[in-house]
DNA sequence: GTCTATAGACGGATAGAC
DNA sequence: GTCTATCCGTCTATAGAC
């Protein structure tokens, strides 16, 4: 209880969110966890919506950050060639999965933020949007360049599997305990798991995709 | 209009649900929506809780008992011997796919069930997981008698990263026009994409997990 | 089965004292 | 900055007429 009530309020909020979801997180749960006023989330925030976005804002801008900043340096360091797949796999999801492993407040953000990524409420996904534009550009290019025998489309959707494997690899043991008893408690090994399956996916072999107006119709088998 | 109230209260609920989330879905939505009375959901199905479930179960029941009716087939047809990998995910998840492409409600019911996967409320996870567990058992012993070579816990990542991956897929545009301008209207293209991915990451070499105690910090690249 | 009306609880937000 | 008290809206659920 040494740190300031906004601090504290953030804490709180982002504990609740992942337990109980956005909508279902009340202001006046919040206040009791952060053992402050009722009234201190709009004296400090503003609104509810506000401290959700601060919430995000606070570390997500890092993370991202984080992420441009070891594409910089591996770009450095190849002057001007091509990435490894490996490599920049690595530095997107790696330092996701390093957060969640950095402690329990970082593991609980990335559990959150593996939830909202496909939240429906509309600020919610305008705000994510816009956070990660920059650095999905730059990883996209990095992409581009490293794989140039994958068609963009191809890879763009590819990208996007790997973010759902991601989401569900940190979306804490829910979900994961209905398929058997499984331990998730080192997040080294989850790190490792992670990357052999993302790596695999992302440098299958290419399907060959049949034009939508030629083809004729498939996946009937198995009635 | 010309089918009962109590479908299209659930053709209504679907729809919003996956639009709004659970939560912020009122009865108030459904039913104008369904053009039925407030008091219509309650009568029909007790209360607002009972209303998911039916929901969830109307098609959840049907695309399960539809992947043990695949996996029966394929091993009646093996003779007992072990399937193939590639013919155990399509199944698993050709059935999600084919349900997603079948009809704007099956995809709008699979885009649902991606994201509530993850849901945090309390009752929807104790029944999904009730839902899933018949499937998940078979499914299981299926790929472990085809993966002999993987060990059981690697093999439950995989099956979950692949969720992930498929909650994802069927999720819609919304995350996935964060990453660029893609195209997600052929189901066909789709189902073929994700099968490659997620073959691909199954099939993945077996990272080297070291036991956690003797392990030295790994993950320190990229500052 | 369908409707109106309303009970009863709880939500976010704020005014104003300290 | 922090607190109490309270406004006002919306929610789910139900009682009871038709």
Not at 25 to 42: E, F, H, P, S, Y
Not at 64 to 82: K, S, V
Not at 97 to 114: D, E, N, V
Request: zero cysteines.
């Amino acid at each position: 209880m040494e740190i300031d009530t906004r601090s504290r309020i953030l804490d709180a909020a982002e504990n609740l969110f992942v337990e109980h979801g956005l909508d279902a997180t009340t202001m006046r749960m919040i206040t009791a966890d952060a053992k402050a006023n009722l009234a201190a989330v709009n004296y400090h925030f503003g609104s509810k919506e506000a401290l959700i976005e601060a919430v995000f804002r606070r570390r997500l801008t890092w993370l991202n950050e984080q992420r441009i900043a070891a594409l910089d340096a591996l770009e450095a360091e190849a002057q001007g060639a091509p990435l490894k797949p490996r490599q920049i796999v690595e530095s997107f999801f790696g330092v996701a999965i390093r957060l969640a492993a950095s402690s329990p407040s970082g593991k609980t953000f990335m559990r959150l933020l593996g939830r909202t990524y496909t939240e429906p409420t509309e600020f919610v996904r305008r705000f994510l949007a816009e956070e990660y534009a920059g650095v999905i550009a730059r990883y996209n290019a990095a992409f581009f360049k490293a794989l140039p025998d994958v068609p963009k489309e191809e890879f763009l959707w590819r990208f996007h599997f790997m973010m759902g494997a991601l989401s569900y690899a940190v979306s804490g043991t829910d979900a994961l305990r209905m398929l058997g008893p499984i331990d998730d408690s080192d997040p080294e090994a989850l790190y490792t798991r992670l990357m052999s399956f993302l790596i695999g996916g992302l440098r299958a072999p290419l399907p060959e995709i049949q034009s939508q107006a030629v083809r004729k119709p498939r996946v009937k088998r198995a009635a």
